[in-house]
Each structure stands twice: as structure tokens, then as C-alpha cells.
């Protein structure tokens, strides 16, 4: 090239990254709607990745049926059981919301009974504190738990009156989740060629994309998901009401490090003891300590392994930021930007360490 072409030459690159951060910005306020039902695809393709291989290995050179098959299996053992929980968890909601308001199920009584209960030196301390009546607080309790119950069950039904938009989303999530079961490792390879990085950087932060995915699937929502029915169950053995609903209460505080499914039984625990049940209050607490508890340290290091995870306070952090900028979708969101950022500082600290020699050499 010589140098009359150079000028026009820089011309033209800074018009073509001006065309394709424009264009970039247009695809994505284009795909906005659909962005959660991207992530799961890509979620979803992630997890059953191995199953697809397995399955084209019974196949060899037939990708369609073996892509096929594999969102058969994703349809029969996660989409079908969501909606038949979903269904479940509305009609446990709203009766449980129909006896708080006919008074079968009496929350504040539960703060009077405590009170009842604590000792006398400890009830004049509430009092110099004016927290010595909970009687006064009663209408307080029931008004926001019955607003909690209100929330949940509106969502639901938002959900039912979006059934077009929710089943759009849904067929938007599988049809691509074939594609990228199908074809998602050359999408991986040209991503990798079109990044300017050298392989080696963008193998890293490839790589950390999928263990934070696998990582956050396995280590959180499965292990949620055997929390809250190992919850649910022992809920259900103890006969107490609702036992479904608090299932997915635990499964949701499982989501969240350092909250955990503690959040849920132990105080009800307590309100069982308190209450007089004290053989269920008991049992609760044990089995809520030594089994439910337990399924995290147990399970989790088979699942994704202790080399995977980032930083309790990280995940926390992360996890609870995610949830509040992008709802639901945050709980993958959130970690995963955490583990990029932290994987990017790492590479450009690398970067520079060549750099940091030399001026420490001279």
C-alpha cells in the first residue's frame, strides 16, 4: 500500500467500526424482547451439550435427529415439570392467601404467642423499647403477608394473561436452542476468530463463560431444586399446610448465597415450637441443620467441583446485583459478569507483567 492509499485506508476502517457499533446497537434493542429467552437457549445448549454428543454418537452424521432428540428430552424433563409446577405452586398460593383471610392460618397471633413466652426481663426491654405490645403490630403482620400472597398470586396470573407472549418466548428459547445444540461449537470457533485476541485469551474467557454457566446450573439450581423438594417433603411429613409452597420458597433462598433455605425453616421452626408443636418444631430443626442444610456442602463439590467457585462474597454480590437489574435471568447474569470481569483483570494484569519487569530492571 503506499502512502497516498494509507488516509483513505484509515477512512475507511473508522466508517466500517462506526457501521458496526451502530448495527450492533440496532441488533440488540431488535432482539431486546427475546433477550431472556436467548440466555436460556444458550443455557440450555450449554447443559445438554454432552447429551447431544452422546446421542450423535449413536448417530453418527445425523445432527438434526440427534439435535432433535435432545430437545425432546430438555421439553420432557425441564419445560413440561415447570409448567405442571407452575400450575401446582398458583393453586397452593391462593388457598393458602384464602385461609389468611378466613383466619385458618393466624400469623400475628404467632408474634403474641412469643411474646407470651419470653421472659419477663426480656419483656420489659421490648416495653422500654415500645415494642412491648405485639398485639399492636398484629394488623401490620397479616396486612403484609397477605400483600406478599397478593403479589405472588398477581404475577401468576400475568403470566396466565400473557400466555401468548410467554409461549412465543418459549418456542423462541427452543427453536434456537437446536441451532446452537447443532451447530454451537462453529459458532464458538468463529466468535473466537472474529475477537481480536490471540487464541489462547480467548480460549480462557471462553472457557470461563462455560464453567460460570455449568457452574452456576449445577452448583445453584439443581441444588436448589434438591433443597426444596427434600424441604417439601419432610414440609409434607410433618403435615404442615402449604408444604409445596414452602418447597419453592427454600428452592428460591437457595438461589441466594449466604441466605439459604435457613431463611425458611428456621423460623418455622421456631413458630412450631413456640406454637406447642414442639416434636415437628424439633424434627424440623434437626432435619433442617443435618440434611437440608447439608445438600450444598455435600453436593456441590461432586456437581461443579471446588475450583469453579468464585468467592462467597462475590456470589453474593454478584447474584443479588443480577437479580435486580435483569429479574430472574440475574441469577445467571450476575455471576457470570462477576467471573468475566474478574477473568478479563486477569488476563490484562498478565499483559502487563512483561512491562513491569523491564521498568523494574532498569
Same mark, same amino acid.
Given at each position: 500500500?503506499?502512502?497516498?492509499?494509507?488516509?483513505?485506508?484509515?477512512?475507511?476502517?473508522?466508517?466500517? %467500526?462506526?457501521? %458496526?457499533?451502530?448495527?450492533?446497537?440496532?441488533?440488540?434493542?431488535?432482539?431486546?424482547?427475546?433477550?431472556?429467552?436467548?440466555?436460556?437457549?444458550?443455557?440450555?445448549?450449554? %447443559?445438554?451439550?454432552?447429551?447431544?454428543?452422546?446421542?450423535?454418537?449413536?448417530?453418527?452424521?445425523?445432527?438434526?435427529?440427534?439435535?432433535?432428540?435432545?430437545?425432546?428430552?430438555?421439553?420432557?424433563?425441564?419445560?413440561?415439570?415447570?409448567?405442571?409446577?407452575?400450575?401446582?405452586?398458583?393453586?397452593?398460593?391462593?388457598?393458602?392467601?384464602?385461609?389468611?383471610?378466613?383466619?385458618?392460618?393466624?400469623?400475628?397471633?404467632?408474634?403474641?404467642?412469643?411474646?407470651?413466652?419470653?421472659?419477663?426481663?426480656?419483656?420489659?426491654?421490648?416495653?422500654?423499647?415500645?415494642?412491648?405490645?405485639?398485639?399492636?403490630?398484629?394488623?401490620?403482620?397479616?396486612?403484609?403477608?397477605?400483600?406478599?400472597?397478593?403479589?405472588?398470586?398477581?404475577?401468576?396470573?400475568?403470566?396466565?394473561?400473557?400466555?401468548?407472549?410467554?409461549? %412465543?418466548?418459549?418456542?423462541?428459547?427452543?427453536?434456537?436452542?437446536?441451532?446452537?445444540?447443532?451447530?454451537?461449537?462453529?459458532?464458538?470457533?468463529?466468535?473466537?476468530?472474529?475477537?481480536?485476541?490471540?487464541?489462547?485469551?480467548?480460549?480462557?474467557?471462553?472457557?470461563?463463560?462455560?464453567?460460570?454457566?455449568?457452574?452456576?446450573?449445577?452448583?445453584?439450581?439443581?441444588?436448589?431444586?434438591?433443597?426444596?423438594?427434600?424441604?417439601?417433603?419432610?414440609?409434607?411429613?410433618?403435615?404442615?399446610?402449604?408444604?409445596?409452597?414452602?418447597?419453592?420458597?427454600?428452592?428460591?433462598?437457595?438461589?441466594?448465597?449466604?441466605?439459604?433455605?435457613?431463611?425458611?425453616?428456621?423460623?418455622?421452626?421456631?413458630?412450631?415450637?413456640?406454637?406447642?408443636?414442639?416434636?415437628?418444631?424439633?424434627?424440623?430443626?434437626?432435619?433442617?441443620?443435618?440434611?437440608?442444610?447439608?445438600?450444598?456442602?455435600?453436593?456441590?463439590?461432586?456437581?461443579?467441583?471446588?475450583?469453579?467457585?468464585?468467592?462467597?462474597?462475590?456470589?453474593?454480590?454478584?447474584?443479588?446485583?443480577?437479580?435486580?437489574?435483569?429479574?430472574?435471568?440475574?441469577?445467571?447474569?450476575?455471576?457470570?459478569?462477576?467471573?468475566?470481569?474478574?477473568?478479563?483483570?486477569?488476563?490484562?494484569?498478565?499483559?502487563?507483567?512483561?512491562?513491569?519487569?523491564?521498568?523494574?530492571?532498569?
Amino acid at each position: 500500500m503506499n502512502e497516498s492509499e494509507r488516509p483513505q485506508y484509515g477512512i475507511e476502517r473508522l466508517f466500517v %467500526l462506526a457501521l %458496526l457499533l451502530i448495527i450492533t446497537l440496532a441488533f440488540i434493542l431488535l432482539v431486546e424482547p427475546f433477550f431472556g429467552a436467548i440466555l436460556w437457549a444458550v443455557v440450555v445448549a450449554v %447443559l445438554f451439550q454432552p447429551v447431544y454428543r452422546k446421542i450423535l454418537r449413536w448417530l453418527p452424521m445425523r445432527s438434526n435427529i440427534a439435535a432433535t432428540l435432545t430437545l425432546i428430552l430438555v421439553i420432557l424433563l425441564v419445560i413440561v415439570p415447570s409448567i405442571l409446577l407452575g400450575i401446582a405452586l398458583v393453586g397452593e398460593a391462593t388457598d393458602a392467601y384464602a385461609s389468611i383471610q378466613a383466619g385458618a392460618i393466624d400469623f400475628g397471633g404467632f408474634f403474641v404467642d412469643i411474646q407470651s413466652r419470653l421472659p419477663d426481663w426480656l419483656q420489659s426491654q421490648l416495653a422500654k423499647l415500645g415494642y412491648g405490645d405485639f398485639a399492636t403490630f398484629r394488623p401490620r403482620i397479616e396486612e403484609a403477608l397477605g400483600k406478599s400472597l397478593e403479589f405472588i398470586i398477581s404475577q401468576a396470573f400475568n403470566v396466565g394473561q400473557g400466555v401468548f407472549r410467554l409461549l %412465543l418466548a418459549l418456542g423462541v428459547m427452543l427453536y434456537l436452542t437446536f441451532f446452537l445444540l447443532r451447530d454451537g461449537r462453529g459458532l464458538v470457533e468463529k466468535i473466537g476468530e472474529l475477537v481480536p485476541l490471540s487464541q489462547n485469551k480467548s480460549r480462557v474467557l471462553s472457557e470461563k463463560f462455560l464453567v460460570v454457566i455449568i457452574a452456576t446450573i449445577k452448583g445453584s439450581f439443581i441444588i436448589a431444586l434438591m433443597q426444596g423438594a427434600v424441604g417439601g417433603i419432610i414440609f409434607w411429613a410433618l403435615d404442615i399446610q402449604g408444604a409445596l409452597l414452602w418447597a419453592v420458597f427454600m428452592a428460591a433462598c437457595s438461589l441466594i448465597p449466604a441466605i439459604g433455605t435457613g431463611f425458611v425453616w428456621v423460623p418455622v421452626s421456631i413458630y412450631l415450637l413456640v406454637t406447642g408443636s414442639v416434636w415437628e418444631g424439633t424434627v424440623l430443626l434437626i432435619t433442617g441443620i443435618f440434611i437440608i442444610s447439608m445438600i450444598d456442602n455435600l453436593v456441590r463439590p461432586i456437581l461443579v467441583g471446588r475450583d469453579t467457585r468464585m468467592p462467597d462474597y462475590v456470589v453474593l454480590i454478584s447474584t443479588l446485583g443480577g437479580l435486580s437489574m435483569f429479574g430472574f435471568n440475574g441469577i445467571v447474569i450476575g455471576p457470570l459478569v462477576a467471573a468475566l470481569f474478574i477473568a478479563v483483570w486477569h488476563m490484562f494484569a498478565e499483559m502487563n507483567k512483561p512491562e513491569r519487569a523491564l521498568q523494574s530492571a532498569e
